[in-house]
């Protein structure tokens, strides 16, 4: 099975449950990992066999800069399933979602949902 993976697409945005992530918002980062039949769907040159990873970033991008919600969990699965409905050659996606200002107490270095989705 082969994938497409994009790892650290970036974004600013205004999701979180603190009124200062509301308020003065933050940059996120995307992974995503599209798994599809590479090795047998793509016999030749032409992009129709394929899934364009400008179209993966694309329905990202317009996902979470125009939507903002409290949770992370929320960010993650609305994009998934999103790609999911927009991507039906795709078998599998895989995505996680960073946050990396966190305003709670503690030493650490970023916050990471992954959520996983497969098309029947």
């Known amino acids: 099975m082969g994938q497409i993976q994009i790892t650290n697409m970036r974004f ?10 509301k308020t003065l918002g933050q940059q996120i980062s995307i992974d995503a990992v599209v798994h599809y039949d590479i090795e047998n769907k793509v016999k030749d040159d032409d992009l129709t066999t ?4 400008a179209t993966i970033y694309e329905i990202i991008r317009e996902f ?27 078998e599998k996606i895989q995505l996680s979602v960073k946050k990396y200002s966190v305003p709670i107490a503690g030493v650490f ?3 990471i949902i992954t959520v996983e989705g497969h098309n029947a």
Do not use: C, Q, R, W
């Open 109 to 111: 270095d970023d916050i």
């Open 50 to 53: 394929t899934i364009s990873y």
């Open 64 to 90: 979470v800069t125009h939507h903002n919600f409290n949770l992370m969990e929320s960010v993650a699965n609305g994009a998934l399933n999103l790609l999911l409905e927009k991507l039906p050659m795709a």
């Open 12 to 21: 600013y945005t205004y999701n979180g449950v603190f009124s200062e992530e």
